[in-house]
Each structure stands twice: as structure tokens, then as C-alpha cells.
């Protein structure tokens, strides 16, 4: 299983006027948790691109547990779940540096699409 663990200090511009983050912003921690997945697992979105390949969200789902607040820290950890199908799964827990509790969890699919033809792969591409 791989993990990736990330940090992101919460802004003032994610937060409404209660200081509580917004909740659309949960999306933007998930896919900061990708991209901090796939540059240390050399699966960023470029490295996948340079392949011939784009990955789309095609689902997501997200739990909300508690409240994260202005100053505090989200500690995003990101799991790559394994698939024998073309696509990539992660599961998302998002916790409170501050609080020490969990704020969210979540998960996402995507799938491979020539970037150019739009076709969708249904088999696991060769470099991946």
C-alpha cells in the first residue's frame, strides 16, 4: 500500500465568515494530497501525461466529521488503492494538526483517456 502524508496550513480565503473552511475547498486538499502523492511516487500528473495519457475524476466522495478552522494545519494522507481495472483509486483522511482529530475522509476515482481522442483504456497502461 502506498501512502503519502501532506500538510497544508489553512488560509484566510477558504474560510467563511465563522472561520470554518468552506466545504468545496476539501476537493482542492484532495487533489493537493494527489499531487504530494505523485511527486513522491513519480505519479504526478506530467509523469502520467508524458505517457500519453490523461485520468479524470470520474467519482468522489467525501464523509465530513468535524469542522477545520483558520490557522490550523490539514494534514492530508493519501493512499493509492490498488485496481487490476484501468483506473486510480485513493482514499483521503484529512486530520486536524491543531485538534488532532479527523476532519473528513474521502475517496476518488479516475481513469486513463488518450488526452487527444478521448477513448478510454480498460486495461492497466504498460508503465503504470
Known amino acids: 500500500m502506498l501512502v503519502n502524508k501532506s500538510h497544508q496550513i489553512v488560509k484566510f480565503s477558504e474560510v467563511d465568515s465563522l472561520h470554518v473552511v468552506w466545504h468545496g475547498h476539501y476537493l482542492r486538499y484532495f487533489e ?3 499531487e504530494a502523492f505523485g511527486k513522491e511516487f513519480k505519479l504526478g ?22 469542522i477545520l478552522e483558520y490557522g490550523d494545519t490539514a ?18 483522511k484529512i486530520t486536524s ?32
Do not use: W
Not at 500528473?45 to 467519482?59: K, Q, R, S, T, W
Open 32 to 34: 493537493d494530497g494527489r
Open 45 to 66: 500528473y506530467l509523469d502520467i501525461y508524458e505517457h500519453g495519457f490523461a485520468v479524470p475524476l470520474i467519482d468522489i466522495e467525501i464523509k465530513y466529521k468535524r
Open 75 to 92: 494534514i492530508i494522507e493519501t493512499t493509492f488503492i490498488n485496481s487490476p481495472a484501468a483506473k486510480l483509486i485513493f482514499n483521503y
Open 97 to 128: 494538526q491543531l485538534h488532532g482529530y479527523i476532519v473528513c475522509e474521502g475517496k476518488t476515482t479516475q481513469v486513463f483517456v488518450n488526452p487527444k481522442t478521448k477513448e478510454l483504456f480498460i486495461t492497466m497502461p504498460d508503465f503504470f
